[in-house]
C-alpha cells in the first residue's frame, strides 16, 4: 500500500442484496473525492458489486443476518477495496476464480472475471467455515481525466 492514506472508510451492513447498492453507491462517493475517469469509476462499481454479491449470495448463502464489512482507502494514487464476510468461505480458491466456475448452476461464474479485469489487483482469503476477505487494488491514471460528477 503506498504510505500516504488520504481517506479512509469503513461499512458494516447485513447480507442483504439491496444492500448491494448500498455499497456501490457508497465506494462510487468516496472514489468521487479522486479525479477519476468516468470509465474508471465504472470498473470500480461492477467491482465492488460483484464482491459483495458474492459474500451475499456464496458467503451467507442468501441469509440476511450475515454482516459483510467494507473498507475503502483512497492513497495518492491508488484506490484500495476489502469486502469481508464471515461466511462458509471457499476450499478452492484458485478453482473459484476460474472463468465460468460457478457453485450455483444458475450463475455464470464470471464475478472474479470482472474483478480481474477491472482492477489491477485482486487478491482472496478465504477459511471454510470461516469466511472471505477479497482485496482489490486500482491504480489511479491521473492523465487524461474525463471527470466524473458523482
Ligand atoms: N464470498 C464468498 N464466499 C463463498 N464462496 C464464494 C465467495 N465468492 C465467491 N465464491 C465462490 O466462487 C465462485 C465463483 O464466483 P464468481 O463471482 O466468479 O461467480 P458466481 O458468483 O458463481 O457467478 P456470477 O458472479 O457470474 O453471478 C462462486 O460460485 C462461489 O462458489
Ligand atoms: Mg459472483
Known sequence: MD??????????????GENVALARITIAALVS????TLNDLEEIKVAVSEAVSNA????YRNQ???????????AEETIYLEI???GIG?????????PAYSTDPERTGLGFVFMQSFMDEVKVESKVNSGTKVSLTKKINTENKNRAVS
Open 90 to 98: 471457499i476450499s478452492d480458491i484458485e478453482k473459484a476464480m476460474e
Open 56 to 59: 451475499i449470495i456464496h458467503g
Open 64 to 74: 440476511p443476518e450475515g454482516i459483510v464489512t467494507l473498507i475503502g482507502i483512497l
Open 3 to 16: 504510505k500516504i492514506v488520504n481517506n479512509k472508510i469503513k461499512l458494516e451492513f447485513l447480507s442483504k
Open 33 to 36: 473525492q479522486l479525479e477519476l
Open 84 to 86: 469481508i464476510d464471515q
